[in-house]
């Protein structure tokens, strides 16, 4: 099956820094890469995702790249404010199944 | 919100019963998801059904089953099996069969403690 790493466990970055969390999946006929948020105490929402045939998608503050030759993708937060604070996970779609990476918890210091 | 039900929030259970969660959405949604949640492993699939009267194991379904007997309703039933049954369950669905990329709508889940 589709075995998903995500890298870092936990990022704190100061308010107004950018925030990067690192994906790579194994099978290569994933072809759906989705990113969750989740706040404490509350369920998962998708924040932005991207399909096998787009490099790129940006989204205001939230851009997501893939580079499906490497199999890694990548979320990027520009100008991080408190409400970011919150564990992402990403993912990796196969046979209509979603694997989950294991999370990132990122804290936004004010 | 959300179109996902999930109940009761909370549930304790001693060791040796079996338990069900409850899952309903009115979102006409044909796909359904089982998820366990635990801290530091991300979201871990029990069982998904894609249509009414069919569902297929996840990754981890050992010591659980499930029914799709109504295309609103996907109850999860954690037995005396499961070894380690203590954790956060959220049940989520996604848009009619053929959407391969579209996004999962979760429930808010039910942490379910086991003594």
């Known amino acids: 099956g589709e075995n998903v790493e995500q890298h870092p466990s936990t990022l704190s970055v100061q308010e107004g820094d950018s925030a990067v969390i690192k994906c790579t999946y194994s099978?290569?006929?994933?072809?759906?890469f989705p990113w969750y948020k989740q706040e404490l105490g509350k369920r998962p929402q998708l924040i932005i995702d991207?399909?096998?045939?787009?490099g790129e998608k940006k989204d205001q503050r939230i851009a997501v790249t893939l580079n499906k030759t490497a199999k890694h993708f990548s979320l990027h937060i520009t100008e991080t404010q408190p409400e970011d604070s919150a564990v992402y996970f990403c993912?990796?779609?196969?046979?209509?199944?979603?694997?989950f990476g294991a999370g990132t918890t990122v804290t936004v210091r004010a | 919100d959300g179109g996902i039900t999930q109940s009761p929030k909370y549930l304790f259970r001693k060791e040796g019963q079996n338990v069900t969660l409850s899952c309903e959405q009115n979102?006409?949604?044909?796909?359904m998801y089982w998820y366990r949640q635990d801290p530091g492993q991300g979201l871990r699939l029990i069982y998904y059904?894609?249509?009414?009267?069919?569902?297929q194991k996840g990754d981890i379904a050992e010591g659980y089953s499930v029914s799709r007997e109504k295309k609103e309703s996907f109850p999860l039933t954690v037995t005396s099996a499961q070894k380690n049954p203590t954790a956060f369950y959220l049940c989520?669905?996604?848009?009619?069969?053929?959407?391969?990329?579209?996004?999962?709508?979760f429930g808010n889940g039910t942490r379910l403690t086991v003594t």
């Open positions: 989520a669905s996604s848009p009619p069969l053929g959407g391969w990329d579209s996004p999962l709508h």
């Open positions: 099978d290569s006929a994933s072809n759906y």
């Open positions: 991207i399909r096998s045939n787009v």
């Open positions: 993912a990796a779609s196969h046979d209509y199944k979603l694997s």
């Open positions: 979102l006409n949604h044909d796909a």
């Open positions: 059904s894609q249509i009414v009267n069919d569902f």
